[in-house]
């Protein structure tokens, strides 16, 4: 079923890690953890695995970037199965929001990519129709999607030689949502001149053309809607719908019942709780919704809706792309120890934005079953896990059936030497490695504990004739990857970031990571990180790691004996083996984030988004509200973001500092 292609033979530890683990889920493990070490080549080993049991396979990934990453070296191994691709389909997210101390409110604003949502359609299509299929993911995988059944039963199934009416053909399409266009060929559209249909499927490269001799079909071909030729024929053709959210009048009639019915309830409380502002507030708001409901079958924020249309009750978890798997697929869960915590906490922050939109009447309770899964419901919907990391979290090290290592590089790369140097002077010791380095061809990553930071490190490299980009969560998707081809092509010597320089950046032209401030505690010099960061440079034969600190800490002593016993079994299989160590050589994608922005929503994401519509006073109140709020919680990284905007908020007004 798969068919891997590679040029390679696994090496060193992956025949061991592919033997065990495939032979862990042929066992029916629950869970299983791959130890791989950065540069020992884990994603060829999960290829192998995929290769070896024949099961359709979803790729967790924690972030945009190297879910991008993994989606481009996944269709390289297997060119002629499904190679996938599922993440949030918004160019720009802002969600609906109420922060009642303040009494705004913020209504959802977001631009829609449609090359995601093509993308996206593709998925549930190829999960639906074929077992040879690898689904690279975002935590998107955990998000509410249509009703796998509605989706594969609301289709236009097309046969040569049958006969059909154009009636029901019509009706058909406009369940699946298609509209009706003359002109364009625009994907979810149709057009139908004579004896001639022409479909444009949203998740095809290729138009679908059904020529009639009156009612039945004649022929089904594929046609390239941009040279007007035919590209293939087909005896058959099933069309799915244009709308990953699809639905019948039906149930949208019942939907309507069941709203009416839970408002008037809900308007109720309110008056009996004296809130006659939010019962009135409520009946407004899902009243026009219900009159567009009526009229258009949508009405906007209609996914708040979604229990309804489903036919769930209260608290039932939502419709997933994992509900659109066979029974038997497996889940690799890549960088585990950063994306289950993410799992973990994606369903905590939705509840608490969306709860005070239904304590004050903004939604109905309906709302908060609009929801991404928990933690234990993703568990109890997929089947097999192997999660997938340098340094595994608790979690997979306690539930997992075996674990197994992957230390040994088949390229006889070491891990990196490890020097511990002085705070003091940091910076210029930092320039004069930095300058050898740049002699050899090579570049350098900087790791600072602060945007600001890395922002003022960035322009003192330049100002010194080192040409340097900072890295860090302000900038969206395309700005990062940009920032990556220059540092990997040359344009630019050093990057300095905070802790996106952490996970699965493939940069075999760094041979020097600097780590400031190592000696501080916390979670962005912890001995996860601090491991993750020294791997950075364990790609490149000259690799060398650099901590700056006046002590050694805990966690730099873990990570410094773990370093240090890596590189002693990696130099012992050298030996034994007559392997001389290269550095990984490996092509520079072609614009490989092009179609991709960061949707990645956090809470101050839209609270910073409401800086236009305030006074400056009332969005310093706001702000300093939420980081007093963050730091009694012990969010300390969150209330500093809000710091650091309120300083900015100050010196963009001329207001006094305190």
Not at 368 to 375: A, E, G, K
């Amino acid at each position: 079923m798969f068919k891997l292609r590679s040029e390679y033979e696994p090496q060193g530890d992956q025949p061991k890690a592919i033997e065990e683990l495939s032979s862990g889920i042929n066992k029916n493990y629950r869970f299983q953890t791959l130890l791989g070490v950065t540069g020992s080549g884990k994603t060829y080993t999960m290829a192998n695995i995929i290769a070896n049991v024949n099961r359709p396979t979803l790729v967790l990934s924690p972030n945009k970037i190297l879910a991008v990453q993994l989606y481009n070296e996944f269709k390289e191994f297997f060119p002629e199965n499904r190679v996938e691709f599922f993440i949030s389909y918004y160019d720009y997210y802002q969600p609906e929001a109420y922060i009642p101390s303040r009494d705004i409110y913020i209504e959802k604003n977001a631009d829609i990519n449609d090359i995601l949502v093509k993308m996206r359609l593709s998925t549930l299509k190829s999960v639906l129709t074929r077992r040879d299929v690898i689904v690279v993911s975002s935590v998107s995988a955990i998000y509410a999607s249509g009703n796998p059944d509605d989706f594969s039963n609301i289709n236009l199934y097309l046969r040569v030689n049958e006969e059909y009416s154009r009636r029901e053909i019509l009706i058909k399409l406009g369940k699946m949502q298609y509209t009706r266009q003359e002109k364009d060929y625009l994907g979810g559209t149709f057009r139908w001149k004579g004896d001639v249909l022409e479909i444009f499927p949203p998740y095809e490269d290729f138009g679908i053309r059904v020529t009639f001799f009156d009612n039945e079909v004649e022929k089904i071909e594929a046609l390239d809607v941009f040279n007007r030729t035919i590209i293939e024929e087909f005896d058959k053709i099933t069309i799915y719908p244009a709308k990953e959210f699809v639905t019948s009048q039906e149930k949208i009639f019942s939907a309507i019942e069941r709203i009416n019915a839970d408002l008037q309830s809900q308007i109720e409380y309110f008056k009996r709780e004296g809130k006659l502002l939010e019962a009135q507030r409520i009946e407004q708001r899902v009243k026009q919704d219900l009159e567009f409901l009526q009229t258009l079958g949508y009405c906007k924020g209609i996914e708040n809706y979604s229990r309804y249309f489903d036919g769930r009750n209260p608290g039932d978890s939502p419709w997933t792309l994992l509900d659109y798997f066979d029974e038997d697929f497996v889940t690799f869960i890549d960088e585990s120890h950063i994306a289950v915590p993410q799992l973990r906490a994606m369903f905590r922050g939705d509840y608490a934005r969306k709860k005070n939109l239904v304590d004050y009447g903004f939604r109905l309770p309906s709302a908060l079953d609009n929801r991404p899964l928990r933690f234990e419901e993703f568990l109890e919907r997929t089947n097999q896990i192997i999660f997938v990391s340098a340094t595994p979290g608790p979690f997979e090290m306690e539930v997992s059936d075996q674990i197994v290592e992957q230390i040994i590089r088949p390229t006889g790369l070491v891990d990196p030497k490890v020097e511990v140097k002085s705070t003091e002077g940091q910076v210029d010791d930092f320039i004069s490695e930095v300058k050898e380095v740049v002699e050899r061809g090579e570049r350098a990553l900087a790791v600072v504990l602060t945007k600001k930071d890395a922002e003022i490190l960035s322009d003192h490299l330049n100002l010194m004739g080192i040409k340097s980009l900072y890295l860090h969560s302000e900038l969206d998707t395309i700005e990062r990857s940009e920032v990556i081809k220059k540092i990997r092509n040359g344009e630019i010597e050093v990057v300095v970031g905070v802790n996106l320089l952490r996970e699965g950046l493939d940069l075999p032209e760094v041979s020097l990571v600097a780590i400031m401030d190592a000696d501080r505690e916390g979670f962005l010099r912890s001995e996860t990180t601090l491991i993750q960061t020294i791997g950075r440079a364990a790609r490149n034969v000259q690799g060398k790691v650099l901590l700056y600190a006046d002590r050694i800490t805990e966690a730099m002593k873990t990570a410094i004996d773990e370093t240090n016993r890596r590189r002693e079994i990696q130099i012992q299989y050298n030996i034994d083996n007559n392997i001389t160590p290269k550095s990984i050589i490996k092509k520079l994608p072609e614009d490989m984030f092009a179609p991709f922005k960061d949707n990645e929503v956090k809470e101050e994401d839209y609270i910073f988004a409401v800086e236009e519509n305030l006074s400056p006073d009332d969005y310093l109140a706001m702000l300093e509200e939420k980081m007093y709020e963050a730091a009694s919680e012990l969010k300390y990284e969150e209330a500093a973001r809000y710091r650091d905007e309120i300083k900015r908020i100050k010196r963009k007004y001329n207001i006094k500092q305190n």
